[in-house]
């Protein structure tokens, strides 16, 4: 399988500033989802993106998706401590089964 | 919405030893599970699919006589480690598709040892 690569691999932020990670993907995908993994624990649902879909909205989240260009991006605004985590990006090659991207660990500062 | 319990979520076997992870699907039932296995500081890599009545589809380079997977039931997926070393220490996480949501769901890991 032929994982994602997402960018920056490490992030750390002052609170209250806005976070973006991007996730790039090699094939053509029916849809993205974002996780979010604390250290050591499993991972929580963030939000799916499907391949139709340019933009989506949660909170303070914002997931776009380019299928152009193979590309996604997820944005946290007004981060806080609590938003410290590794962050991940996985996609549907059609197979019902998800590779995941390499991942970027954020570390929001109080 | 759709939950999966895994189960253990921590466990600390002796080298040589085998360990069974479980995987149920507490309120749909699922057809389709898969198991990943992870790594310090790394990111999730699939294993193998699990497909309810027949044998489990092993991605490359993933031992299937290391890692038997039995989905016996709609609801139930068991991964074993047999013969565990420490080099099979790791974070096992498996996650299964919930027909009715269009989606998936993923359990909370089992952190395995090998002493």
């Known amino acids: 399988s032929q994982q994602g690569e997402e960018d920056p691999q490490a992030l750390s932020i002052q609170e209250g500033e806005n976070a973006t990670m991007n996730c790039s993907y090699k094939t053509s995908i029916n849809n993205l989802q974002w996780y979010r993994q604390n250290s050591g624990r499993g991972l929580v649902h963030l939000i799916l993106?499907?391949?139709?879909?340019r933009e989506k909205h949660s909170g303070r989240l914002r997931v776009t998706l380019d299928t152009s260009k193979k590309s996604s991006s997820l944005l946290i605004t007004a981060s806080r401590a609590a938003d410290t985590a590794s962050y991940f990006c996985?996609?549907?090659?059609?197979?019902?089964?998800?590779?995941f991207g390499t991942g970027t660990r954020l570390k929001v500062l109080a | 919405g759709a939950v999966v319990s895994q189960h253990p979520s921590r466990v600390i076997c002796k080298s040589g030893t085998s360990v069974k992870i479980e995987c149920r699907s507490l309120d749909f039932q699922a057809t389709t599970m898969f198991w990943y296995r992870q790594f310090p500081k790394q990111s999730l890599m699939l294993m193998a699919t699990s497909n309810e009545g027949s044998k489990a589809t092993y991605e490359q380079g993933v031992e299937k006589d290391k890692f038997l997977i039995n989905h016996a039931s709609l609801t139930l997926s068991t991964l074993t480690v047999t013969s565990a070393h420490p080099e099979d220490s790791s974070f096992y996480i498996c996650s299964a598709y919930d027909r009715g949501q269009d989606g998936y769901t993923f359990g909370s890991g089992t952190r395995l040892t090998v002493v």
């Open positions: 993106i499907r391949s139709n879909e």
């Open positions: 996985a996609t549907d090659e059609g197979t019902y089964k998800y590779i």
